[in-house]
């Protein structure tokens, strides 16, 4: 799914996810947090591009809907939120972004941020994909089907835009070294009850 080079192992809902329920509510209602603040940054970096606005603007509506009904799931549930948790395979693909001022330098560094945001929904979805068919429970079965359907979409979206607006830039090279990077880092996670943990 989606070139990912590491497919999430069964293993990891049945014997990790399952055992702390509350634990992955909350993570994942965070990350859902994290993706709506991710693109409300891609819009404060980028005023300048309508489209990429206007996107972004419509996904951090969704992404907090999102984290709203994880929430409601968390309270129908008897649970409670939380503080926030870090998300280490988030900090580490962000060690791979490419950085740089200046003007000549702007457009990859989108780029890169765009093609970081389609790796985390691109995982996240696999991640919802192998949730959806394994976990014992009806209720969260059924939901992680539907987000993972939208995350497929969240990832077409910043895909397809690195690749409009990468203009100079060879996105899917870049993509490709994106894969490949994720495939090691991956290598150190599912052994958690986080999404990406």
Excluded at 4 to 14: A, C, H, N, R
Excluded at 86 to 111: A, H, P, Q
Excluded at 166 to 184: A, H, N, P, S, T
Aim: glycine share 6%; charged share 30%.
């Amino acid at each position: 799914m989606f070139k990912l080079q590491l497919p999430t192992d069964p293993f990891w809902v049945k014997n990790v996810v399952e055992s702390n329920i509350e634990e992955i509510l909350t993570d994942h209602a965070y990350c859902e947090q994290k993706a709506a603040t991710n693109a409300i940054t891609l819009i404060i970096q980028n005023p300048n591009i309508a489209e990429l606005v206007q996107e972004m603007a419509e996904l951090v509506k969704e992404e907090m809907d999102h984290f709203k009904r994880v929430h409601a799931i968390i309270i129908k549930r008897g649970y409670t939120l939380g503080l926030e948790r870090k998300d280490n395979y988030v900090n580490e693909l962000i060690k791979f972004l490419k950085r740089g001022g200046g003007e000549s330098k702007r457009t990859e560094s989108m780029v890169d941020r765009l093609l970081l945001a389609a790796m985390i929904e691109a995982r996240s979805c696999e991640r919802f994909k192998v949730l959806s068919e394994y976990v014992d429970d009806k209720e969260l079965s059924e939901f992680y089907h539907e987000l993972m359907i939208s995350e497929a979409t969240h990832y077409t979206l910043f895909i397809g835009l690195a690749r409009k607006y990468g203009e100079g830039i060879d996105v899917e090279k870049r993509w490709q070294e994106w894969l490949d990077y994720e495939g090691k880092v991956i290598q150190n996670y599912g052994k958690a009850e986080t999404i990406h943990g």
